[in-house]
């Protein structure tokens, strides 16, 4: 699995506009536009079928922050500084 997972992953980092970030239990995208993240899971589709997949599995959760921008990172570091005090 580790062979179409990767392969996923690149196809994922070579779209433009999407930050992608690997984790143990999966990938975390980042995109000003919802069209660049449906275009990253595509992408990621089909470099996993090209890797001889026979079923790909997508679970999403988009959280699409409205009122102002925020990071991955900055959701991390919020939580971080709360951890310290």
Known sequence: MSK??????EAIRKVNGV????????????????DDV????KEAH????????VRVISSIRIDERL????SLEDKIR?????LKN
């Open 4 to 9: 179409a997972v990767a392969s996923a992953f």
């Open 19 to 34: 930050k992608a970030t690997l984790t143990a239990l999966g990938t975390q995208l980042e995109a000003s536009s919802l």
């Open 38 to 41: 449906a275009a990253a899971i």
């Open 46 to 53: 089909a470099a996993a079928r090209r890797q001889g997949a």
């Open 67 to 70: 009122d102002k921008a925020q």
């Open 78 to 82: 919020s939580v971080e500084q709360k």
